[in-house]
């Protein structure tokens, strides 16, 4: 009998390893064709897009409707191509940062390095309007400074993978890492400032009294197929609640892209009009969007004339000033320090609008 059971250990044993090494098979194989595919499309966009336009739609190259159509068709599917790649990515990273690491990160850290740390994590961390107040309340529970905290509040909404990806997508690596590091410099010294003021006094005294514990965390001993399969969760959750903005952004941007007359709109928010960077932060602070919706209008504008520095000050302040979120913040935040955050983030921005008006 003992024997019968050793044979029958080992089988399984053996049995265990080959279901084992078929998984590692499949995810290696999952992985190898999705990035495969992927790129396949992404290099024959151009192709496909034009062949769609102008063989099956039948439309005039030279026409208005057609010159936008093809710019939508073109512009949707190479965005959606890398914010698939992108998003699976940092999916995959993120299991790697949930909110309970990041803190203990953060947590005791000086200011400047901890500014830095904290907008860099921003970065990589999933960060909605609604999640402003649990990540807040958190951060200053832990005993993350103010500062260090406002510099995550501020990185995370503004330098986020879906940002970077549109524009990288629209505008090239050029733009994109002027975005990123600009974008850095306003969540670290924003943050920096803040903590010089020592306005702990302006937060609202149940939040030093909360006691907030994370449910949700994701468990570190993770298999790498487990990792793997939470980055394809990802694509589908951030794909599936981002891709109406896309659209719309797009058909606005294909608009202006095949009506509006080329250098239309530098008369109006051009070099030459000094104060269509203040208009555009006072446009933007209220307006309330993302960058899916936003960027693709951006790159229209650029297109027509519209000034670097105006469009990426009014884009930047959309996206990190958030009418929702200023509201949401009241509830942890005196009117005082909502003010002042506003106003040396919005301060930030203009100073980057200027700048890159000045040197571009």
């Avoid at 209008?297 to 930047?316: D, H, N, P």
């Avoid at 005082?336 to 955050?341: A, C, P």
């Amino acid at each position: 009998m003992s024997g019968c059971s050793c044979k029958s250990n080992s089988a399984n044993n053996k049995m265990n390893k080959n279901d084992q090494t078929n998984g590692k098979v499949n995810l290696f194989s999952k992985i190898i064709i999705f990035f495969y595919s992927s790129i396949f499309l992404f290099i024959n966009l151009g192709e496909l897009s034009n062949g769609f336009t102008y063989s099956i739609l039948k439309l005039d190259p030279s026409s208005k409707i057609g010159e936008a159509v093809a710019f939508f068709i073109f512009e949707t599917a190479k965005v959606i191509i890398l914010l698939v790649l992108v998003v699976f990515i940092f999916g995959v990273i993120r299991t790697f940062f949930t909110a309970e690491r990041i803190r203990k990160i953060l947590a005791g850290r000086k200011e400047f390095v901890g500014n830095i740390l904290a907008s860099l994590l921003g970065i990589i961390t999933p960060f909605c309007s609604c999640s402003a107040i649990p990540f807040f309340i958190g951060f200053i529970t832990a005993g993350v400074p103010l500062g260090i905290t406002f510099s995550f509040l501020i990185s995370a909404p503004m330098i986020n993978e879906v940002a970077l990806v549109l524009l990288f997508g629209l505008f090239g690596w050029k733009i994109s890492l002027i975005y990123l590091l600009t974008g850095l410099c306003i969540a670290i010294f924003s943050g920096l400032i803040i903590g010089k003021l020592h306005l702990e006094k302006d937060v609202e005294q149940w939040v030093y009294e909360a006691n907030t514990q994370d449910t949700n965390d994701i468990d570190h001993s993770l298999t790498w197929e487990e990792r793997i399969n939470l980055g394809f969760s990802n694509i589908i959750e951030i794909v599936s609640r981002v891709w109406p903005y896309l659209i719309i952004g797009i058909a606005i941007g294909s608009f202006i892209h095949g009506y509006v007359p080329e250098n239309y709109m530098a008369s109006i928010i051009g070099k030459s009009a000094i104060w269509s960077v203040p208009v555009a932060v006072l446009v933007g602070v209220p307006l309330y969007s993302n960058a899916v919706a936003i960027i693709p209008i951006v790159q229209s504008l650029l297109e027509k004339g519209a000034a670097l520095g105006t469009v990426l000050a009014f884009m930047m302040s959309v996206i990190a000033l958030s009418l929702p979120e200023i509201i949401i913040l009241r509830r942890v935040l005196k009117p005082r320090l909502i003010i002042i955050f506003v106003g040396i983030v919005a301060f930030g921005i203009l100073i980057v609008g200027y700048l890159f008006n000045l040197i571009f």
